[in-house]
């Protein structure tokens, strides 16, 4: 099982404040690339996650930290 995390600004919405090495492998992008903006990681979700997209950015949540897996579509185009 692949390790790879990556950590979001649940505030400000996509923006990721890191990514594990592991990214690479699994996606085909490297973590900078995330943490720096040249890849958006909102446009790398699959359209069916939309609805765990609105539970993760929820503002009336009160959730502070947690987990969550989506389909991510890798560098290549296949969705992982």
């Given at each position: ?58 503002t009336d949540s009160g959730r ?5 897996n989506l389909r991510l579509r ?7």
């Amino acid at each position: 099982m692949n390790g790879a995390k990556i950590s979001l600004l649940l505030r400000s919405r996509w923006s990721v404040l890191s990514a594990s090495a592991d990214i690479l492998p699994l996606l085909g992008y490297a973590s900078d690339d995330f943490v720096s903006g040249r890849v958006s990681f909102g446009e790398l979700i699959h359209p069916d996650d939309s609805d765990l997209t609105e539970i993760l950015f929820a503002t009336d949540s009160g959730r502070s930290s947690g987990a969550m897996n989506l389909r991510l579509r890798q560098a290549g185009g296949q969705i992982r």
